[in-house]
Nanobody, 126 residues
Framework: QVQLVESGGGLVQTGGSLRLSCAAS????????MGWFRQAPGKEREFVAF???????????YYADSVKGRFTISRDNAENTVYLQMNSLKPEDTAVYYC????????????????WGQGTQVTVSS
């Protein structure tokens, strides 16, 4: 089992920045690929960003088109933590943000992830 705990959410104005953290514990290992998803009220959970495992030799990060160029996902394997740096935030980025680990299929499909955190609220005011 892997436990994931997100932090770093909050209220920010349009154009501002936040950095979300996802701390992993339990059966932690650098073999787990990690993703960030978000869910706004009344909407389905959607893919935001993905980072591969430390040993993957190909492309290591993927982003949703809506956040490309503004968000950056990274991981600190020594700290078992994944980050999501969010810049140039927009009101449409308002959502609960979740980190997830160990996808068994598509990195962009929430249904394929085995482990989830409890979420952290991000609110961007206009």
């Amino acid at each position: 089992q892997v436990q994931l705990v997100e932090s770093g959410g909050g209220l920010v104005q349009t154009g501002g920045s936040l950095r979300l953290s996802c701390a992993a514990s339990g059966r932690t290992s650098t073999k787990y690929a990690m993703g960030w998803f978000r869910q706004a009220p009344g909407k389905e959970r959607e893919f935001v960003a993905f980072v591969t495992t430390i040993n993957y030799s190909g492309r290591s990060t993927y982003y949703a088109d809506s956040v490309k160029g503004r968000f950056t996902i990274s991981r600190d394997n020594a700290e078992n933590t994944v980050y999501l740096q969010m810049n140039s935030l927009k009101p449409e980025d308002t959502a609960v943000y979740y980190c997830a680990a160990d996808p068994k299929g598509s990195y962009y499909s929430a249904d394929d992830y085995n482990y989830w955190g409890q979420g952290t609220q991000v609110t961007v005011s206009s």
